[in-house]
């Protein structure tokens, strides 16, 4: 499986937007980019995916780079709610036969009142 | 519409002893996924069911874990015996074509 690179943790601010970025440079041209968090005692949480071009959900925006070697995961409001463990995943094409998601360390975002 | 629900939600067993853990997909979803996280590591593919088929069991640890899905509806995972590095949390998922994973609450277990 490809592998991704996040920072450890972030903060912010409450209401404010936050950036998490992703670096994922050995992703093959059929990989899309998952985003899936964890809120505390609680399982992960689809947030959004992409495969080359940019996405917006209710939930949050996914920007991919145009050689697509990194992503950023963008809440344009933190709430308090959001404090959680954003994992950005890579993973075979809908319809494959195998859509295991390999997770690593992980984002852990703290947002402040 | 129900989420992926899970049974136990929390079990302490003795080492040796056998758990059986049960998860209810989403109604329709063909693919089921479990996934674990041991002493704060990352959280870790098990094995992938299409519908009562085992798709993927790469990330099954041994031959203490035994995983079924009868009918292609629920799947029950089972540790026969039971060891103490088998403590953690088990996640099951479920999704209808490969695209987003819908996750239970887990089920936390501890082998003492």
């Known amino acids: 499986d490809a592998k991704t690179t996040q920072p450890n943790s972030m903060e912010s601010n409450e209401e404010e937007p936050v950036h998490l970025p992703c670096n994922h440079s050995?992703?093959?041209?059929?990989?899309?980019i998952h985003w899936y968090r964890q809120l505390p005692s609680q399982g992960p949480e689809y947030v959004i995916h992409?495969?080359?071009s940019n996405v917006n959900n209710r939930m949050a925006s996914l920007a991919i780079a145009e050689d697509r070697k990194s992503s950023t995961l963008i809440l344009h409001r933190a709430t308090l709610r959001d404090a959680a463990v954003y994992y950005c995943?890579?993973?075979?094409?809908?319809?494959?036969?195998?859509?295991?998601?390999?997770f690593g360390q992980g984002t852990i975002l703290t947002v402040h009142p | 519409e129900a989420g992926v629900t899970q049974f136990p939600s929390h079990s302490v067993i003795e080492k040796g002893q056998t758990v059986t853990l049960r998860c209810d997909p989403i109604?329709?979803?063909?693919?089921l996924y479990w996934y674990r996280r041991v002493m704060g590591k990352e959280i870790k593919f098990l094995l992938h069911?299409?519908?009562?088929?085992?798709?993927?069991e790469s990330g099954m640890p041994n031959n203490r874990f035994l995983a079924e899905r009868t009918g292609g509806t629920y799947s029950t995972l089972k540790v026969q015996p039971a060891e103490l590095e088998d403590s953690g949390v088990y996640f099951c998922?479920?999704?209808?074509?490969?695209?987003?994973?819908?996750f239970g609450q887990g089920t936390r277990l501890t082998v003492v």
């Open positions: 992409g495969l080359t």
């Open positions: 998922a479920s999704s209808p074509k490969n695209t987003e994973a819908f």
């Open positions: 050995t992703i093959s041209g059929t990989d899309y």
């Open positions: 069911f299409v519908k009562e088929s085992k798709q993927d």
């Open positions: 995943i890579l993973r075979d094409p809908p319809g494959t036969s195998y859509g295991k998601l390999t």
């Open positions: 109604s329709g979803h063909d693919n």
